[in-house]
């Protein structure tokens, strides 16, 4: 996950971001560099790859100062290399920014921009920043108005943090949607900024969390936060504990409530360096997969266990759609125990968080010994499925503490929507409009998540009328019945209620029959092209006395008007609803688990990672 880190005061800005950006380290990234104002002047060192590499071209090229800024870069726009790096330089010198977040509408804004006579020295969709904020410096605006008019522009959710040499005494930061977090950690004259507390914990425990929409300017005296519009806003200083523990949940109650928020930033960097937006070309080197190889291929079969088998359930029906490739999807306990009928032409993909599932391994294991090709996405480098497999795709989501798993079932089925483009693409049963359409939809995703989690309030309104049930129908069609499944699955995880998630097209044959004003029937129910069918499952819920909790897209009057509750859903692109879907059935399982006083992180009988069979 990309780092930021800030730093204004009387020491030299140099080494606190080095070692603030060493202690984001274990987040991922492909490049890092820090800008630092030294002798009125914009120094900036940047480099592709580790942070070894910064620290050696620092090494070899000092630079010191009291105000600075630095970064860790998952590249999103452009290959990781030196000039994609960040932080970026506007035309004059004097500007500097650094950001983590995807600009959706960075190429209407680069064009524009270049038509007014700026010149691009990067890909990366960020540079799009310093010059719109240029743009009105130029125009006589200060640093605070022209960075305020600058994210006007903006679409997307973001972190952004920049200074300027004409204006040394200040550093502005914002946060605009939930593209991760901005903290301001103040000191005694001095101040520090951060996109996670680890990497300025040692200098103070003193905490500011920007809110969506909120910018802050950050002196040595103290900080001033606003509203985009520039009104003064009130904020709370947390105190927050020495314990490691402790201080990574940060704000949060739990880290399953942390993990679910995070997942903005997660989902940006599992699309990070993936994603060509101007060629509209996936790119997964690791899968180590050619047009030949890609051709050869008759059958895949995903296996993986619980949260990740639903997140090959929704690859299933991508692969199919988008690839023409058939899929198989096989609980990994049960594949090698069913002589699958598998040859050189057959891939296997397993899905693991932890990439050390003992059923997801054996499954690996048998399809190797029947000669198949192995891939496997996993979330923790190194893992031996990782190890095991032909080709990998790292999640890039970062560590997931909570036994519930969130973020890695997100991640999964953003990384299966970029393969299932990728094999069409090297089949050739896609052509390049759709394949730029289906790749322009992703730029999408990070905000979409981003406003889901934004309606958290209403969904723990629902968690109070549910807390006290004992029992709950989820129910689901075509490519969000796996969401039915996960949505029960965590209900029953953490807050010990019997949850069953089933295809709403069986509710008649068989689920209906319990249904009544104690069996509350969740239905997933966007705009997509199950939606007739599904508004018939809810009618059929409440003929039956059903209390029906619906997920419906904004605006859904005609659901408004049967259902008991509802949980709002942004219009997402129907391939992509089932990422955005799932945001508020995590939370409602999180809240109610919450509201009964459960051990949310640690569920009973639970483990993150089984290795056993």
Not at 137 to 163: M, Q, W, Y
Not at 398 to 403: A, D, F, R, S
Request: hydrophobic content about 40%; overall charge negative.
């Amino acid at each position: 996950m990309c780092g930021i880190v800030g730093y204004i005061g009387p020491r030299d800005a140099t080494p606190i971001i080095l070692n603030g950006l060493k202690r984001l380290e274990y987040r991922g990234y492909d490049s890092a560099g820090l800008a630092v104002l030294q002798n009125s002047h914009i120094e900036v060192r940047r480099d592709a790859g580790k942070l070894s590499r910064l620290s050696a071209l620092v090494n070899g090229d000092p630079v010191h100062g009291q105000i600075g800024i630095g970064h860790t870069r998952w590249a999103t726009h452009g290959e990781p290399s030196a000039r994609n790096a960040h932080p970026h330089l506007g035309m004059t010198g004097n500007v500097v920014v650094v950001h983590n977040g995807i600009v959706e509408n960075f190429m209407e804004l680069r064009e524009e921009l270049s038509a007014e006579g700026v010149v691009f020295k990067s890909d990366t969709d960020t540079e799009v920043i310093v010059h719109l904020v240029e743009r009105y410096l130029g125009g006589g605006a200060n640093l605070s108005e022209a960075a305020r008019k600058a994210f006007t522009h903006l679409k997307g959710a973001h972190g952004i943090v920049l200074l300027s040499s004409l204006e040394p005494d200040k550093i502005v930061a914002a946060r605009i949607g939930n593209a991760g977090g901005v903290v301001i950690g103040l000191g005694q004259g001095e101040n520090f900024i951060a996109s996670d507390m680890p990497a300025i914990l040692e200098h103070t425990r003193q905490m500011v969390f920007l809110e969506s929409r909120q910018m802050a300017v950050v002196t040595r005296e103290g900080v001033c936060i606003q509203d985009l519009q520039g009104k003064p806003v009130d904020y709370e200083v947390h105190n927050v504990s020495w314990d490691p523990v402790a201080a990574e949940k940060g704000e949060y109650r739990h880290f399953m409530q942390k993990e679910i928020h995070e997942q903005v930033r997660s989902l940006t960097d599992t699309i990070a360096g993936r994603v060509d937006f101007e060629e509209g070309r996936i790119r997964l080197p690791e899968l180590n997969l050619t047009a030949e190889k890609a051709a050869r291929i008759k059958k895949i079969f995903i296996t993986a266990c619980g949260t990740a088998a639903h997140a090959g359930m929704v690859g299933k029906v991508l692969i199919e759609h988008i690839a023409r490739v058939p899929v198989e999807v096989d609980i990994a306990s049960e594949f090698r125990y069913r002589n699958p009928i598998i040859d050189e032409d057959t891939v296997v993909l397993a899905i693991s968080q932890s990439g050390e599932t003992a059923d997801t391994l054996a499954a690996m294991e048998e399809a190797r010994s029947q000669g198949a090709t192995l891939w496997s996405i996993v979330n923790v480098i190194g893992s031996q499925a990782m190890r095991l497999a032909d080709g990998y795709i790292s999640m890039q989501t970062g560590p997931e503490i909570g036994v519930a798993s969130t973020k890695a079932y997100t991640a999964p089925l953003v990384d299966l929507y970029m393969l299932a483009i990728l094999l069409a693409d090297l089949r050739g049963t896609l052509d390049k409009k759709r394949r730029t359409s289906l790749i322009r939809d992703l730029r999408l995703v990070p905000d979409l998540v981003g406003q889901c989690l934004e309606r958290e309030t209403q969904v723990e309104d629902v968690a109070r009328a549910l807390v006290n049930t004992s029992h709950c129908l989820y129910l689901g069609r075509g490519i969000n019945m796996p969401t039915a499944y996960e949505g029960a699955l965590k209900l029953k995880e953490i807050s010990y209620i019997h949850a069953e998630g089933y295809p709403a097209g069986e509710m008649k044959h068989g689920p209906i029959a319990l249904i009544d004003r104690q069996m509350p029937v969740v239905v997933i129910a966007p705009r997509d092209p199950w939606y007739d069918k599904m508004f018939s499952q809810i009618e059929q819920a409440r003929s039956r006395g059903g209390t029906v909790v619906a997920l419906a897209t904004d605006g859904d009057e005609k659901v408004k008007g049967v259902a008991d509750h509802i949980l709002w859903l942004p219009e997402t692109p129907w391939l992509l609803s089932p990422v955005t879907a799932v945001i508020p059935l995590q939370m409602l399982a999180y809240h109610i688990a919450a509201l009964r006083g459960l051990d949310v992180d640690q569920p009973r009988n639970l483990a993150k990672s089984v290795t056993v069979e």
